[in-house]
């Protein structure tokens, strides 16, 4: 008020402590001050994010950079995350595979067991002499990451292979 801070009574304590140990500036001008130097969201961001060290399949998403949301369709179905019909909140809806309507939609059949899939994958090896464990899907995702960290056209053409089944899945929910 006038030109005057209105401050609502306070009754912790240690507020009150904290507002008679501040130093109150009188006809100076008020800033910020932001340990970086120049405050921005990222500099926020950063002081909240996890610091640990990065996963190992990083560079799989890095490289989906063309269309991001194959890179949030891998980083769910890396982390077994996708909304497929074996999860409880899907079980009404029979459980079945959508591109087959074989088996059990899980990550494991819908990437690799699927008659869709096995096909696809059949057609990339004949292509570019694509090779793929088929393992679990976690031993599966690090042997990728692996072997696909790089920027060599055939670490790329399977980089792009990966985004196309990220697209389907996409195109198919």
Same mark, same amino acid.
Not at 24 to 33: A, P, R, Y
Not at 85 to 103: A, I, N, T
Not at 141 to 154: E, F, M
């Given at each position: 008020?006038?030109?005057?801070? *209105? ?6 304590? &240690? ?5 008679? +140990? ?6 100076? #001008?008020?800033?910020? @001050?932001?340990?970086?130097? +120049? ?11 996890? %610091?640990?060290?990065?996963?190992? =399949?990083? #560079? !799989?998403?890095?490289?989906? +950079? ?7 369709? !891998? ?7 996708? $909304? ?5 909140? /899907? #079980? %009404? ?13 899980? %990550? &494991?059949?819908?990437?690799? *067991?699927?008659?869709? $899939?096995? /096909?696809?994958?059949?057609? !990339? ?6 090779? =793929? ?9 690090? =042997? ?10 055939? /670490? ?5 292979? +990966?985004?196309?089944?990220?697209? *389907?899945? @996409?195109?198919?929910?």
């Amino acid at each position: 008020m006038d030109g005057d801070w *209105s401050w609502p009574p306070i009754m912790d304590l &240690e507020c009150i402590e904290i507002l008679h +140990v501040l130093p109150i500036i009188h006809n100076g #001008s008020d800033s910020i @001050l932001w340990r970086g130097g +120049v405050f921005s969201t990222k500099a926020v961001y950063d002081i909240f994010r996890n %610091h640990g060290p990065k996963v190992g =399949w990083y #560079s !799989l998403l890095l490289a989906l +950079v063309r269309y991001p949301g194959t890179r949030f369709v !891998l980083w769910m179905a890396i982390l077994d995350k996708l $909304s497929t019909m074996d999860k409880p909140w /899907q #079980s %009404h809806l029979g459980g079945v595979c959508v591109l087959c309507g074989r088996e059990m939609e899980t %990550h &494991e059949h819908l990437f690799f *067991s699927c008659n869709y $899939s096995r /096909q696809c994958i059949r057609i !990339l090896k004949g292509t570019v002499r694509f090779t =793929w464990p088929n393992r679990a899907w976690a031993v599966d995702i690090a =042997w990728a990451s692996k072997r696909w960290n790089g920027r060599h056209i055939v /670490q790329a053409a399977y980089k792009s292979f +990966v985004s196309g089944y990220c697209l *389907s899945y @996409l195109a198919g929910t």
